[in-house]
């Protein structure tokens, strides 16, 4: 039997892929900023979803949708990203190279992965600290 702070709610785990894939994108949407390219919600997505469909999987396997992802503390929600990023962005990098025949270079996947393990732990900092504050109440 698991006692209601091991357990994460319908609504946490949707508000947790929600924010995971809001993140991704925004790691695209800036990434595209700084390499001069305007904003277009479209190419935005093109740029970000072999990102987010690999995260999910990623997250899965590390534990990122259970409650001790985020309940535990703040450094188990940070490890926890920065583990599912070390996962997620080479098989994003690889599906990238299938879907468009972009072959990544050393540099890209060396900035994708910090910056994906960054945008990933603000947004799971942010969602730890809102749970446990909720929890205080």
Not at 27 to 38: C, K, L
Not at 75 to 90: D, Q, T, Y
Request: aromatic share 14%; with cysteine.
């Amino acid at each position: 039997m698991t006692s209601r702070s091991q357990s994460v709610s319908l609504g946490q785990l949707l508000l947790l892929l929600l924010g995971d894939m809001a993140a991704l994108f925004l790691f695209a949407a800036v990434g595209r900023s700084e390499h001069g390219m305007a904003f277009s919600v479209r190419e935005t997505w093109l740029a970000a979803w072999p990102f987010m469909a690999a995260w999910i999987p990623a997250g899965v396997a590390t534990g990122l949708y259970r409650a001790r992802a985020f309940n535990r503390s703040y450094g188990e929600a940070i490890g926890r990203a920065c583990l599912a990023a070390l996962i997620a962005v080479p098989l994003a990098l690889a599906l990238r190279w299938l879907a468009y025949g972009k072959t990544p270079f050393t540099t890209f996947a060396v900035a994708s992965l910090v910056f994906v393990a960054a945008f990933a732990s603000a947004w799971r900092l942010l969602f730890s600290f809102a749970a446990r504050r909720l929890r205080a109440y």
